[in-house]
């Protein structure tokens, strides 16, 4: 029905930048709050960013001011830009989004595979 599939992980020094992208896809109608989320070794997954419809965002307190996220609608496409990214950003990126498939049903939430962050010297 519905797929999320991330792109943009890697390997970055500290102090780096990256670009994380993800896409959606299938049969949708609308899309709501989409979100990227991350998780760490051994720590539970974690909200890091979210944007609603009109382009309102909340950031976790890590990441305030280093991570930007913005949406493109037309495209069905939600970014992650990290900045000074630090050793402790290092997790697999998760997209999430609330996306509706008809115009009558509650929209139903769905995740992207993930994609690997590393950040180490």
């Known amino acids: 029905q519905v797929q999320l599939v991330e792109s943009g992980g890697g390997l970055v020094q500290p102090g780096g930048s990256l670009g994380l992208s993800c896409a959606a896809s299938?049969?949708?109608?609308?899309?709501?709050?989409m979100a990227w989320y991350r998780q760490a070794p051994g720590k539970q997954r974690e909200l890091v960013a979210t944007i609603g419809t009109g382009g309102s965002t909340n950031y976790a307190d890590s990441v305030k001011g280093r991570f930007t996220i913005s949406r493109d609608n037309a495209k069905k496409m939600v970014y992650l830009q990290m900045n000074s990214l630090k050793p402790e950003d290092t997790a697999v990126y998760y997209c999430n989004a609330d996306v509706a498939l008809d115009p009558v049903n509650r929209p139903s939430n769905y995740w992207g595979q993930g994609t690997q962050v590393t950040i180490s010297s």
């Open positions: 299938g049969s949708i109608y609308n899309i709501y709050k």
